[in-house]
């Protein structure tokens, strides 16, 4: 009728143009239309359209053409899905968490223990995949630990990386006191500290009524021992076997030799 009515009245024309325009047309999830179309609000009948997939989401199907017939737009038929970055890099002597590594995730870097991070820990997956670079593990390194008077140490190196061990050793007639092993550790030092070499000698006891049995002769140097009994007449009192320590004293300390006839006599006692 109305194209009958065409021929005739162009106040008709008007009318049967305004009823088969279409209004801004609506997208499925994760689209929009291409920036040419956005600034119109109303679109003539035959009227083309695009959508296009938001930043971060790619076609997954169907087209985003649809058209504007007698007011009504033909349905939309792209899908949009998110894209994904696939699996991040690898990273030696490293790992990363959980991600499922689509748009707008991110991931986290660690590195094993002995090593330090070095660059971003974390990335994010963005519309044109992983940004930013992945970062690298580093071996964590100790410089050359101190060394010790009337000793020396092995090996002998200017860089020792995570978990290498030097080995103290005193020189002949020192003791060592402390640690023989130090190992580079994640601070980057060598624990423990390194030990010392130290001169041992205890001075010959001098006791009193007592008599030597056995054991050592001057010089008395780490871990020699003498054992004593006392003169007739006399009790020894405290440990007869007495042990020369790290510290040259003797230890326990050194035993005495009480009269026997003081014993069970108050006024000596006291
Ligand atoms: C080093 O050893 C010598 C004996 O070899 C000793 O006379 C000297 O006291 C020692 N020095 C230290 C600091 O222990
Ligand atoms: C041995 O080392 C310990 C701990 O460092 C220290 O306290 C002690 O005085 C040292 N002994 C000697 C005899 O150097």
């Known amino acids: 009728m109305c194209v009958y009515a065409l021929l005739l009245s162009s106040l008709c024309l008007a009318t049967i143009v305004q009823a088969q325009q279409c209004s801004t047309p609506i997208g499925g999830p994760n689209m929009n239309l291409k920036d040419e179309y956005i600034i119109k609000n109303t679109f003539e009948d035959g009227a083309v359209v695009y959508f296009k997939c938001n930043v971060g989401y790619q076609p997954a199907g169907g087209s985003g053409k649809i058209t504007c017939t007698a007011g009504l737009w033909s349905p939309v038929l792209l899908e949009c899905e998110k894209k994904s970055c696939g699996a ?96 580079c550790s994640e601070d980057g030092k060598f624990h423990p500290d390194p030990p010392t070499c ?30 004593y009994s006392c003169e007739k007449g006399y009790n020894l009192q405290g440990s007869s076997t007495i042990t020369c320590t790290i510290d040259s004293q003797w230890s326990p300390a050194l035993p005495s030799c009480i009269s026997k006839s003081s ?4 006024s000596i006692c006291l």
């Open 198 to 227: 130290v001169w041992v000698e205890c001075r010959d006891p001098v006791i009193t009524h007592a008599v030597y049995e056995r054991g050592s002769r001057p010089p008395h140097r780490y871990k020699a021992s003498v054992t």
């Open 88 to 183: 991040p890099t690898e990273v030696e002597f490293g790992q990363y968490g959980d991600t499922t590594a689509e748009f707008g995730d991110t991931v986290k870097y660690e590195c094993k223990k002995g090593y330090n991070l070095v660059g971003n820990s974390v990335l994010r997956c963005e519309d044109q995949g992983w940004a930013g670079r992945e970062p690298t593990c580093e071996v964590i390194r100790c410089v050359t630990p101190d060394g010790v008077v009337n000793g020396t140490f092995t090996p002998l190196e200017e860089i020792y990386e995570y978990n290498s061990v030097v080995k103290y050793d005193c020189n002949k007639d020192v003791v060592r006191n402390g640690s023989s092993e130090l190992v």
């Open 263 to 266: 014993i069970g006599n108050p």
